[in-house]
């Protein structure tokens, strides 16, 4: 006698490729739904910065580490694919390689003395890094053009094609961030996700589980900043110019607040953080003198009522949904549901929920992680 299982599960994995491809049909009929062309550009950098939060999240919310220095890599893949293509003349290809490759050795030579820090002392280790490419950027006038930027830098042409009009490159855009997404949809359901989230929830417990700290704290601190320096290489050949106002320690604090605003830990959050923060100040242009005003009640607001960021809000909406559609459906007095009673509860949106705060990790997922 077999017994039936008791539900059909579909597997992470599975979802996370249908939630993300419904997510990139969702972006390709954006410009046919957007009335004027300068929403499409204004979405396309949200996708851009996504790319950014996205990685940023892995190493804040996953592994528990701050930077305040992502701008700073950012900025270098950016300076890096236009002095190789616009200075020196070298094709598109060679300066994604060389951007994205710059970024992540600088990373991983950063990482290695400042990631032996914790705390605010890792948070002011990664700020001082900024402050010095910050500088770097406005000094080396001959170099990078100093403070009034680098212009002329060409527009992308990839194996053959040119992408000239911006329907083209946010379509290119929005088909990198998916790709970004589902690669780190699958990276935290790994041994590499399980070692970070254990890192998070405590690092002793971690090392005592086997995990090697040190190690998955650079690997993950390099992942995030390659997730820059792909954004720093799009955002170069979208605008054609550069200047180092657009790196500078405003936007590593932007960066932070879009993966606390969008959800701690969430994949999708991070995503939700960047696309409303970078066009939200697009809306309240209109509002002129009191846009400031409104834009900061706006995420005090946000931030006493979703506490958890965009991500956890939405989360709560549809538990209390299904609250409201099962007390409609239960008879009286039947009991109710839990909102996280599946093993797969909180990895829809690659959360962190099964690793609650000031509990021992699990220590099958951190042996598992140890050897990821």
């Given at each position: 006698?077999?017994?039936?299982?008791?539900?059909?599960?579909?597997?992470?994995?599975?979802?996370?490729?249908?939630?993300?491809?419904?997510?990139?049909?969702?972006?390709?009929?954006m410009p046919y739904v957007l009335p004027n062309p300068y929403y499409?550009?204004?979405?396309?950098?949200?996708?851009?910065?996504?790319?950014?939060?996205?990685?940023?999240?892995?190493?804040?919310?996953?592994?528990?580490?701050?930077?305040?220095?992502?701008?700073?890599?950012?900025?270098?893949?950016?300076?890096?694919?236009?002095?190789?293509?616009?200075?020196?003349?070298?094709?598109?290809?060679?300066?994604?390689?060389?951007?994205?490759?710059?970024?992540?050795?600088?990373?991983?030579?950063?990482?290695?003395?400042?990631?032996?820090?914790?705390?605010?002392?890792?948070?002011?280790?990664?700020?001082?890094?900024?402050?010095?490419?910050?500088?770097?950027?406005?000094?080396?006038?001959?170099?990078?053009?100093?403070?009034?930027?680098?212009?002329?830098?060409?527009?992308?042409?990839?194996?053959?094609?040119?992408?000239?009009?911006?329907?083209?490159?946010?379509?290119?855009?929005?088909?990198?961030?998916?790709?970004?997404?589902?690669?780190?949809?699958?990276?935290?359901?790994?041994?590499?996700?399980?070692?970070?989230?254990a890192i998070h929830t405590s690092e002793k417990a971690a090392m005592?589980?086997?995990?090697?700290?040190?190690?998955?704290?650079?690997?993950?601190?390099?992942?995030?900043?390659?997730?820059?320096?792909?954004?720093?290489?799009?955002?170069?050949?979208?605008?054609?110019?550069?200047?180092?106002?657009?790196?500078?320690?405003?936007?590593?604090?932007?960066?932070?607040?879009?993966?606390?605003?969008?959800?701690?830990?969430?994949?999708?959050?991070?995503?939700?953080?960047?696309?409303?923060?970078?066009?939200?100040p697009e809306f309240l242009r209109v509002f002129e003198t009191i846009?400031?005003?409104?834009?900061?009640?706006?995420?005090?607001?946000?931030?006493?009522?979703?506490?958890?960021?965009?991500?956890?809000?939405?989360?709560?909406?549809?538990?209390?949904?299904?609250?409201?559609?099962?007390?409609?459906?239960?008879?009286?007095?039947?009991?109710?549901?839990?909102?996280?009673?599946?093993?797969?509860?909180?990895?829809?949106?690659?959360?962190?929920?099964?690793?609650?705060?000031?509990?021992?990790?699990?220590?099958?997922?951190?042996?598992?992680?140890?050897?990821?």
């Amino acid at each position: 006698m077999t017994c039936a299982p008791s539900s059909f599960s579909v597997p992470a994995s599975y979802r996370s490729l249908v939630s993300v491809s419904v997510f990139f049909v969702c972006l390709l009929a954006m410009p046919y739904v957007l009335p004027n062309p300068y929403y499409v550009s204004t979405l396309t950098l949200a996708c851009i910065n996504a790319i950014i939060v996205v990685g940023l999240n892995l190493l804040l919310g996953f592994a528990g580490q701050i930077s305040l220095g992502h701008a700073a890599f950012y900025g270098i893949a950016a300076y890096a694919t236009g002095i190789a293509t616009a200075t020196y003349g070298l094709p598109m290809e060679a300066g994604f390689f060389i951007a994205v490759g710059l970024t992540g050795l600088v990373a991983l030579l950063v990482g290695i003395p400042t990631l032996k820090l914790t705390g605010h002392y890792l948070a002011m280790g990664t700020l001082g890094f900024g402050i010095i490419v910050f500088i770097f950027l406005n000094e080396s006038i001959e170099l990078t053009g100093g403070p009034s930027g680098m212009v002329g830098i060409p527009r992308l042409a990839l194996f053959g094609y040119e992408f000239w009009s911006d329907n083209a490159y946010f379509y290119l855009v929005s088909a990198v961030l998916c790709c970004i997404l589902l690669l780190s949809l699958n990276l935290i359901r790994s041994r590499f996700g399980r070692a970070l989230k254990a890192i998070h929830t405590s690092e002793k417990a971690a090392m005592c589980m086997g995990v090697d700290i040190a190690r998955y704290k650079l690997a993950v601190f390099v992942f995030s900043a390659l997730y820059a320096g792909v954004a720093g290489f799009l955002y170069a050949h979208y605008l054609g110019f550069v200047a180092p106002s657009s790196f500078g320690f405003h936007f590593s604090v932007q960066l932070i607040v879009m993966v606390v605003l969008g959800g701690m830990a969430s994949v999708w959050g991070a995503v939700a953080g960047a696309i409303f923060l970078t066009v939200l100040p697009e809306f309240l242009r209109v509002f002129e003198t009191i846009e400031p005003l409104i834009y900061g009640s706006i995420l005090v607001l946000s931030m006493m009522f979703m506490p958890k960021g965009l991500a956890g809000g939405a989360e709560m909406l549809c538990r209390r949904a299904r609250r409201l559609c099962g007390g409609l459906r239960a008879p009286a007095g039947a009991p109710e549901a839990g909102p996280q009673s599946g093993p797969e509860s909180g990895q829809e949106n690659g959360s962190t929920g099964a690793l609650p705060t000031g509990q021992p990790p699990d220590a099958g997922a951190v042996r598992g992680g140890s050897n990821g």
